[in-house]
């Protein structure tokens, strides 16, 4: 378990953030920190409202009420926006370009960070290409830190699973965050591609990455994680060191299924999880991945 950071420089900040889907409440006044330096976990049993925050800290959803600062900064509700401000993400589904090499996919990660323009790119002026080979040369530097500069060349489609969240992970980084966020990381992992996993996310905090992190698989958390957040039924329920977290009868009670006052019913429950289907894919009509 890594060692509880003192730092108290506030990277992320979400107050009192709020989503709803008609008459359902999928998240409800949900508050979190992240510091510089810390990994923090966000936990909690299906339908409990973990992908969703997410969204609402991306730009993916405008929360219903709430606000969310990087920085000091508050974010503006938009996914292209959010990553230029320093904040990026992965998603619990790879989202890669199956069609185009490793480095290419990498690549994509560095627009926000380009700053050359249409005319420049299309006259191939100096600028312009002195700006493609630093991003080349940072993709490149980005495959290595990842392990997989071997296979730059490779169709992304052909990387085994593991090397793919991988990739995800390296083209985030691409856009040069303070805040990385990772939705299921060692989903559909074995347990030798689930340790690497842990000690890239290692490397990325030693690198002054802030990370946070939902995952269903408790021993990695727990292992990874300086603090762990848990929602249940959309709603934060404890958040302490792991220690502390998973020692907690709450925590156990809701993870072996035994009901709250109020939970809501299996009906009710894929009725919030269409609504956010439905909205997802609206919002995310036309983005690139």
């Given at each position: 378990?890594?060692?509880?950071?003192?730092?108290?420089?506030?990277?992320?900040?979400?107050?009192?953030?709020?989503?709803?889907?008609?008459?359902?409440?999928?998240?409800r006044?949900?508050?979190?920190?992240?510091?510089?330096?810390?990994?923090?976990g966000?936990?909690?049993?299906?339908?409990?409202?973990?992908?969703?925050?997410?969204?609402?800290?991306?730009?993916l959803?405008?929360?219903?009420?709430?606000?969310?600062?990087?920085?000091?900064?508050?974010?503006?509700?938009?996914?292209?926006?959010?990553?230029?401000?320093g904040?990026?993400?992965?998603?619990?589904?790879?989202?890669?370009f199956?069609?185009?090499?490793?480095?290419?996919?990498?690549?994509?990660?560095?627009?926000?960070?380009?700053?050359?323009?249409?005319?420049?790119?299309?006259?191939?002026?100096?600028?312009?290409?002195?700006?493609?080979?630093?991003?080349?040369e940072?993709?490149?530097?980005?495959?290595?830190?990842?392990?997989?500069?071997?296979?730059?060349?490779?169709?992304?489609?052909?990387?085994?699973?593991?090397?793919?969240?991988?990739?995800?992970?390296?083209?985030?980084?691409?856009?040069?965050?303070g805040?990385?966020?990772?939705?299921?990381?060692?989903?559909?992992?074995?347990?030798?591609?689930?340790?690497?996993?842990?000690?890239?996310?290692?490397?990325?905090?030693?690198?002054?990455?802030?990370?946070l992190?939902?995952?269903?698989?408790?021993?990695?958390?727990?292992?990874?994680?300086?603090?762990?957040?848990?929602?249940?039924?959309?709603?934060?329920?404890?958040?302490?060191?792991?220690?502390?977290?998973?020692?907690?009868?709450?925590?156990?009670?809701?993870?072996?299924?035994?009901?709250?006052?109020?939970?809501?019913?299996?009906?009710?429950?894929?009725?919030?999880?269409?609504?956010?289907?439905?909205?997802?894919?609206?919002?995310?009509?036309?983005?690139?991945?």
């Open positions: 378990m890594t060692t509880m950071t003192t730092t108290t420089d506030t990277v992320l900040h979400a107050s009192g953030v709020t989503m709803r889907f008609g008459g359902l409440t999928a998240v006044n949900v508050d979190l920190t992240v510091n510089s330096g810390e990994i923090v966000l936990i909690g049993p299906n339908g409990a409202g973990k992908t969703t925050f997410f969204n609402c800290l991306t730009g959803y405008i929360p219903t009420e709430g606000k969310v600062t990087y920085k000091g900064t508050i974010l503006p509700p938009k996914p292209h926006l959010v990553t230029q401000a904040v990026a993400r992965t998603f619990q589904n790879i989202r890669l199956p069609n185009m090499t490793v480095l290419e996919n990498v690549l994509v990660g560095r627009h926000t960070r380009t700053k050359e323009g249409l005319w420049s790119a299309l006259l191939r002026l100096p600028g312009f290409k002195k700006a493609e080979d630093a991003s080349r940072r993709a490149m530097e980005l495959l290595e830190f990842t392990g997989l500069a071997a296979k730059a060349d490779h169709l992304s489609r052909n990387l085994p699973y593991g090397e793919q969240r991988k990739l995800e992970i390296a083209r985030a980084l691409a856009s040069e965050p805040l990385l966020l990772l939705d299921e990381p060692t989903a559909g992992m074995n347990p030798q591609e689930t340790r690497a996993a842990e000690e890239l996310i290692f490397a990325i905090r030693d690198q002054g990455i802030a990370v992190v939902i995952e269903h698989d408790m021993r990695f958390i727990m292992n990874l994680c300086d603090r762990v957040s848990v929602l249940v039924q959309g709603q934060k329920l404890i958040e302490g060191t792991p220690d502390i977290v998973q020692a907690d009868e709450r925590v156990i009670a809701a993870y072996l299924g035994t009901p709250f006052e109020g939970a809501p019913g299996d009906e009710e429950i894929a009725e919030v999880e269409a609504a956010e289907t439905a909205q997802s894919t609206t919002r995310t009509e036309g983005d690139t991945p």
